[in-house]
Antibody, heavy 116, light 108 residues
Framework: EVQLVDSGGGLVQPGGSLRLSCAAS????????MTWVRQAPGNGLEWVAN????????YYVEAVKGRFTISRDNAKNSLSLEMNSLRAEDTAVYYC?????????WGQGTQVTVSS | EIVLTQSPGTLSLSPGERATLSCRAS???????LAWYQQKPGQPPRLLIY???TRATGIPDRFTGSGSGADFTLTITRLEPEDFAVYYC?????????FGPGIKVDFK
């Protein structure tokens, strides 16, 4: 059974940092692009970033460029999102998802709240 | 950036009725890169349709995707109680990938 388990969320002050993780199991992690999608409270979905199977290509939405870094460890079947210089508008549930063009599997999400 | 506009914002229907959900892109996109997701409160999204018209694994045939160019449609032929949810279209043809704002299908 495919499982994606998101973790690492929490309450952080503006300007702070947080590292999200996504533990994958049940599929060949190293064969899939991986993606982060977020959802602000009461809002719709926003694509955040994705990373190629071998980590050689990474893409970001403009709003997080230079502040967020997506990475992966294929030996540990793990995806990460390092978030720096956090802003109130980064407050959202963050989901990891498998795939580049479509996302058949999702984590349950981890809440990130940026507030003083 | 490709902007996706979904209409109507809310669709109030009864079980057994037909739902027609629209997604319009600000520029033409390949059908290959258009997908639909369903989301219920407190849950992650669920992939329904990809490639504009291909049902994902386990998705019942009452869900049908169609369209091309800049206009796409998700049709639910006979609403079941579990279909009342929010539906998002998503384009992955041009970075940054984007989602539509969603259409809420609720009980009349």
């Amino acid at each position: 059974e495919v499982q994606l388990v998101d973790s690492g969320g929490g309450l952080v002050q503006p300007g702070g940092s947080l590292r999200l993780s996504c533990a994958a199991s049940g599929f060949i992690f190293s064969s899939y692009w991986m993606t982060w999608v977020r959802q602000a409270p009461g809002n719709g979905l926003e694509w955040v970033a994705n990373i190629k199977e071998d980590g050689s290509e990474k893409y970001y939405v403009e709003a997080v460029k230079g502040r967020f870094t997506i990475s992966r460890d294929n030996a540990k079947n793990s995806l990460s999102l390092e978030m720096n210089s956090l802003r109130a508008e980064d407050t959202a549930v963050y989901y990891c998802a498998s795939g580049k063009y479509r996302y058949p599997y999702w984590g349950q999400g981890t809440q990130v709240t940026v507030s003083s | 950036e490709i902007v996706l506009t979904q209409s109507p914002g809310t669709l109030s229907l009864s079980p057994g009725e037909r739902a027609t959900l629209s997604c319009r892109a600000s520029q033409s996109i390949s059908s290959t890169y258009l997908a639909w997701y369903q989301q219920k409160p407190g849950q992650p999204p669920r992939l329904l349709i990809y490639g504009a018209s291909t049902r994902a694994t386990g998705i019942p045939d009452r869900f049908t995707g169609s369209g091309s160019g800049a206009d796409f449609t998700l049709t639910i032929t006979r609403l079941e109680p579990e279909d009342f949810a929010v539906y998002y279209c998503h384009q992955s043809g041009r970075s940054p990938f984007t989602f539509g704002p969603g259409i809420k299908v609720d009980f009349k």
